[in-house]
């Protein structure tokens, strides 16, 4: 019996102790929570910056307002937070405060995959097919589409294309893009990619006089394996430089054209 008692008592006593150092311990984060906000911490989730932490500062005493110097546990992160995720090249951020008395904020860009260039506005697309406008502090190298592209946008727009028939086309184009962008080959020979005037995609080599005529960013393995059979079987039979556009649009069939 007795030595029931001693365990049970000593039991008692290291729960004693446990419980006593979380009430320190929350005591002690209590008040440090209480500390005043001393400056911000930006951390990135991607290896490349769009978005400065000098942009972060302006955007928060912008929208938000003072934040050093108010209470840590007063500081709202959601507040924080939604400020941060409406700017165009943030996909999503973070935000947390540490009893070193700094707001910390955790960034997530979007990537981009394709690049678009019309006229003098320039604009981004990721992989979801949300367009953003080019950044001041970073350029991506990823394939670049320019002339009449049948997205219409304004000067500093963000957000999904406005027409289902433009988000069918972007969305192509996107897929065009990683396509391009995957393959060694296709990579480091297709120097510029434009919309001509009666809406194709136009894909010009860098070598060779050859523009490739290829319609809309649809079946594309499709048209690239004709792309390939013209280098392969057309070329060594006629001749280099031959063709002026060579034509792949149209399924089964490579259309190609001196003039």
Known sequence: MNKILKTVLTAGAALAVVLTGCLIWKSNRNSQM??????????????FIF???????????????AYIGQRLDSVNLE??????????????????VTPDGY?????????????????SIGFYADERGFLFPLQENFTSRVPVID?????RFKKGYKGEPETDRAKEWLAGAIGLARFISASKVWKENISQMTVDKEGDLVLIPRAGRERFIFGEPDNV??????????????????????????NVKYDGQIVCRKQ
């Open 34 to 47: 209480e500390k005043a906000c001393e400056g911000l911490k930006v951390k990135y989730a991607d290896p």
């Open 51 to 65: 978005v400065t932490e000098t942009d972060i500062e302006e955007y928060l005493k912008n929208d938000y307002g």
């Open 79 to 96: 507040k924080v937070e939604n400020i941060l995720d409406s700017k165009s090249a943030v996909l999503k951020a973070e935000a947390y």
């Open 103 to 119: 707001l910390n904020v955790r960034i997530s860009q979007r990537t981009p995959v394709v690049r678009f260039q019309k006229d």
């Open 147 to 151: 002339g009449d592209v049948p997205v």
């Open 221 to 246: 393995e499709s048209k690239f394996d004709r792309i390939g059979k013209y280098y392969t079987a057309i070329v060594p039979a006629k001749g280099e430089d031959v063709y002026r556009t060579v």
